[in-house]
């Protein structure tokens, strides 16, 4: 006998409506507390200085004004700060890129699950672990104070994130085709090249994003060895605070620049991301 057909609402049936609903109010309870921080950063940004030190509270600015956004961008150089990020964060993405994917490969088809191991534990191991002898390094070779020690620091949070990330998804492709371009005269270089980096590019992407994200936050390295001129985005906006007068519209404007691009990059390339997890890119060896 055939059951009775469920209630629809539109294409989705009752059942299938209630368990969105139950995972919508699971997530929105889940994220509260980080909505709750980001749209209060929001607010702060938008209101007049009174407004932000006023008791109670007032959450939603009756007058929104973009002034501590003006503020910031006249009268600090948020924009010098900003291009820094970019060097260090980018370039040190590109370089775990140029690095990381030949290893991964090498490692994965090697099955040396003990460099993977290990590339694991120094992605774990907290960078303080190395701040001490890098100081030491860079202050003998002069370049404390300059982009070129925070750029390279980050490697050791950049290139780890894209080894292991490949390591997982070269061994996830099909070996027959690795095979039978060997078979039709490839070079192990070729290979890899024209037949394994093109099946890679999900984990190419996520690694790559992972990486940046990663370098993009760091705020240690960035402490220790920038100099004035040279600070990253988050050394700048903890240098805001000061012991005398915190100035919370500014401050919040800056930690809206600070995590503007991250958030840019996550909704545009959210699909590859995804996609790259889905598809083996955090399976490890």
């Given at each position: 006998m055939a059951g009775a057909p469920s209630r629809r609402f539109g294409p989705i049936s009752f059942a299938q409506l209630r368990e969105h609903l139950a995972l919508g109010f699971a997530l929105l309870v889940l994220m509260a507390p980080v909505l709750f921080v980001f749209l209060w950063v929001i607010s702060l940004s938008l209101k007049q200085e009174i407004d932000n030190t006023a008791y109670p509270p007032v959450f939603i600015p009756s007058d929104p004004t973009l002034d501590n956004f003006r503020t910031l961008f006249n009268e600090t150089p948020i924009l010098l700060y900003f291009w820094n990020s970019v060097l260090v964060s980018g370039g040190a993405t590109l370089?775990?890129?140029?690095?990381?994917?030949?290893?991964?490969?090498?490692?994965?088809?090697?099955?040396?699950?003990?460099?993977?191991?290990?590339?694991?534990?120094?992605?774990?191991?907290?960078?303080?672990?190395?701040?001490?002898?890098?100081?030491?390094?860079?202050?003998?070779?002069?370049?404390?104070?300059?982009?070129?020690?925070?750029?390279?620091?980050?490697?050791?949070?950049?290139?780890?994130?894209?080894?292991?990330?490949?390591?997982?998804?070269?061994?996830?492709?099909?070996?027959e085709l690795e095979e039978?371009?060997?078979?039709?005269?490839?070079?192990?270089?070729?290979?890899?090249?024209?037949?394994?980096?093109?099946?890679?590019?999900p984990g190419i992407v996520v690694g790559a994003i992972l990486s940046f994200i990663y370098s993009w936050n760091n705020f240690v390295f960035g402490a220790v060895f920038a100099g004035r001129t040279t600070r990253t985005m988050p050394v700048a906006v903890y240098n805001m605070l000061t012991f005398e007068q915190v100035s919370w519209g500014p401050l919040a404007a800056a930690a809206i620049v600070v995590m503007l691009p991250v958030i840019v990059l996550t909704v545009v390339i959210q699909k590859d991301i995804v996609g790259g997890l889905t598809a083996g890119g955090v399976k490890g060896g």
């Open positions: 370089a775990a890129l140029i690095l990381g994917v030949p290893a991964g490969y090498g490692i994965a088809k090697s099955k040396a699950h003990g460099l993977a191991v290990l590339m694991l534990i120094s992605r774990l191991t907290p960078g303080l672990s190395y701040l001490i002898p890098l100081f030491a390094l860079f202050q003998a070779l002069g370049l404390v104070g300059t982009l070129w020690p925070i750029g390279i620091t980050h490697l050791v949070i950049t290139l780890p994130i894209v080894i292991y990330i490949m390591i997982g998804y070269f061994e996830t492709l099909p070996a039978a371009a060997r078979i039709d005269g490839c070079s192990m270089w070729q290979t890899f090249w024209h037949i394994a980096v093109p099946l890679a590019r």
